[in-house]
């Protein structure tokens, strides 16, 4: 029974180095195509001349929900067997929040910049932890309340230092920021507790084309018809193709992230992304950054490290509770016979 546990003991720690090594390396691609896609889209929305974020998405999510309808027609991935009232009650609500996330978030690159925009997203954390309250995946306590006034105000100070502040844009990114924590609180609680487990290319077979559907409706009342008779827009074949793979890629990697790891770790790796293209952003595009910006921000990074590292803490003590109940089960079940056997050997 001891060399058993001692080479437990031994593969555990290899597991773990794997897992970990598994996990960076779905953070460094969900990164790199992520600045990639944001990059991107501010360049078609706000420089190339097509300024219409609705019919950028809607493209967007066609061209993923063929890609994906090719991929699983053709036999490469198998699509799981899922009921017309699972799509409606799990898929739909995904959808709609995924279709919101995508148009506000584009929207906002009209108005503000990539970095501004990173700063205001430091109050991600904020929103799942609102959200997760109120749908019961998270559990209100005034330290980590504490903790999220820490980073508000951070993102507060951050927009005072703002130059370029459009009140417009500002709404755009924080309803887009209230859509894209529901869509992750709700993964959790809609597919995952239904035990559906959807691969990135079935989750965008499934998702893409209702949030295209839901999308329709503002394109139809808001972009169609200034589209159609817009003499200078742009249209380029490879710029179009390549700005829709790089998206189909993200998305697949965004489900594929929190799919193998939590919305947790998505918001940890965010954190690194959004120092990055805040960089990216002054270098590529000029932004302006201001001190009082970047102080700003720095709260608000401190205070979101602090919540992930309290979160981190929490699920790693979950976690040696259950190895400890796990282990005592496991110890009974081992002794419960041998105390049997030597009570037969007493009566005897």
């Given at each position: 029974m001891g060399e058993a546990r001692t080479d437990k003991a031994m593969v555990e720690p290899k597991s773990l180095a794997s897992q970990v090594m598994l996990n960076l390396v779905y953070v460094s691609i969900w990164i790199g195509l992520s600045g990639t896609v944001i990059l991107y889209n501010k360049w078609i929305l706000a420089y190339y001349g097509f300024p219409y974020p609705i019919a950028l998405t809607i493209w967007h999510m066609t061209f993923s929900s063929a890609l994906a309808?090719?991929?699983?027609?053709?036999?490469?991935?198998?699509?799981?067997n899922m009921s017309a009232e699972t799509y409606v009650k799990a898929v739909v609500p995904i959808g709609a929040c995924f279709a919101g996330t995508l148009w506000l978030g584009n929207a906002a690159y009209l108005y503000l910049s990539v970095s501004f925009i990173q700063m205001l997203k430091a109050l991600m954390p904020v929103a799942v932890f609102i959200v997760g309250c109120v749908l019961g995946t998270e559990s209100y306590d005034q330290n980590t309340?504490?903790?999220?006034?820490?980073?508000?105000?951070?993102?507060?100070?951050?927009?005072?230092?703002?130059?370029?502040?459009?009140?417009?844009?500002?709404?755009?990114?924080?309803?887009?920021?209230?859509?894209?924590?529901?869509?992750?609180?709700?993964?959790?609680?809609?597919?995952?507790?239904?035990?559906?487990?959807?691969n990135p290319v079935t989750t965008l077979y499934y998702i893409a084309p209702c949030s295209a559907g839901f999308l329709l409706v503002p394109f139809a009342l808001l972009e169609a018809k200034v589209l159609f008779n817009d003499p200078q827009v742009n249209y380029d074949v490879f710029t179009f193709l390549s700005n829709a793979a790089a998206a189909f890629a993200l998305n697949m990697a965004v489900f594929l992230l929190i799919g193998k790891t939590s919305a947790l770790t998505m918001n940890i790796a965010g954190v690194v992304k959004d120092w990055l293209l805040i960089g990216l952003s002054v270098f590529l595009f000029h932004s302006a950054v201001?001190?009082?910006?970047?102080?700003?921000?720095?709260v608000a990074f401190l205070g979101v490290c602090w919540y992930n590292y309290r979160k981190?803490?929490?699920?790693?003590?979950?976690?040696a509770e259950k190895e400890a109940a796990k282990n005592a089960l496991d110890d009974d079940d081992i002794t419960k016979p041998l105390k049997n056997g030597q009570n037969g050997l007493n009566k005897a």
């Open positions: 309808f090719a991929v699983v027609r053709l036999g490469y991935v198998e699509a799981c309340m504490a903790n999220m006034l820490v980073v508000s105000a951070g993102v507060a100070i951050a927009s005072y230092g703002e130059i370029n502040f459009v009140v417009i844009g500002v709404m755009l990114q924080m309803i887009s920021i209230c859509t894209e924590s529901t869509r992750l609180t709700l993964v959790q609680i809609l597919l995952q507790s239904r035990g559906l487990k959807l201001t001190s009082i910006n970047l102080g700003g921000y720095m981190l803490q929490n699920m790693k003590k979950k976690q």
